[in-house]
T-cell receptor
Framework: NAGVTQTPKFRVLKTGQSMTLLCAQDMNHEYMYWYRQDPGMGLRLIHYSVGEGTTAKGEVPDGYNVSRLKKQNFLLGLESAAPSQTSVYLC??????????????FGPGTRLTVL | GENVEQHPSTLSVQEGDSAVIKCTYSDSASNYFPWYKQELGKGPQLIIDIRSNVGEKKDQRIAVTLNKTAKHFSLHITETQPEDSAVYFCAASRPGGGNKLTFGTGTQLKVEL
């Protein structure tokens, strides 16, 4: 199993450009999450999904959109990139709700720079 | 919503010494407290977790303690080794609502030879 993979690994955008980040998991997980990681701020949740076709807002959703058309994929879109969106984007997935299946598995991240 | 504070932000220890990282949380409904280790250029990886019905959990050189009354939990690493050098994050979540994790701001641990 590849686990959680993210595409691309690095990207440089100009202000106003758009892009889509792809997260894929091959573990048949129900739940998927998008975080941004900034120095001194830990990981902050952008959007999440508890199943195919469903999405919900996290702590910092503004400027981002997401889609979960297939169970194994979770896409994060930036419609008009801003320098404040320069960050490392981390995707995670987990099997299902609480109980023994609480571990979130993370991908390696996408480093995005917006000039 | 939940707020998780983590201290210290940086920690330097000598190889073989112990390291302790502390976190506090605000939401009394939180019942799951994982610790993640992140190495340079990689995603965070779970190293240990604890649930609110348990006060302490140990896995080899790593242990976590939880004080529900005071709303704080700590990570203890004994006999530190150079490969323990990394950034460590604590987190907390409550039941339902996607089981969202709220993370602390991280601790950069450096184990010196």
């Amino acid at each position: 199993n590849a686990g959680v993979t993210q595409t691309p690994k690095f990207r440089v955008l100009k202000t106003g450009q758009s892009m889509t980040l792809l997260c894929a998991q091959d573990m048949n997980h129900e739940y998927m999450y998008w975080y941004r990681q900034d120095p001194g701020m830990g990981l902050r949740l952008i959007h999440y999904s508890v199943g195919e076709g469903t999405t919900a807002k996290g702590e910092v959703p503004d400027g981002y959109n997401v889609s979960r058309l297939k169970k194994q994929n979770f896409l994060l879109g930036l419609e008009s990139a801003a320098p404040s969106q320069t960050s490392v984007y981390l995707c995670a997935s987990k099997l299902r709700g609480g109980g023994a299946d609480n571990e979130q598995f993370f991908g390696p991240g996408t480093r995005l720079t917006v000039l | 919503g939940e707020n998780v504070e983590q201290h210290p932000s940086t920690l330097s220890v000598q190889e073989g010494d112990s390291a302790v990282i502390k976190c506090t949380y605000s939401d009394s409904a939180s019942n799951y407290f994982p610790w993640y280790k992140q190495e340079l250029g990689k995603g965070p990886q779970l190293i240990i977790d604890i649930r609110s019905n348990v006060g302490e959990k140990k896995d080899q050189r790593i242990a976590v303690t939880l004080n529900k009354t005071a709303k704080h939990f700590s990570l203890h690493i004994t006999e530190t080794q150079p490969e323990d050098s990394a950034v460590y994050f604590c987190a907390a979540s409550r039941p339902g609502g996607g089981n969202k994790l709220t993370f602390g701001t991280g601790t950069q641990l450096k184990v010196e030879l």
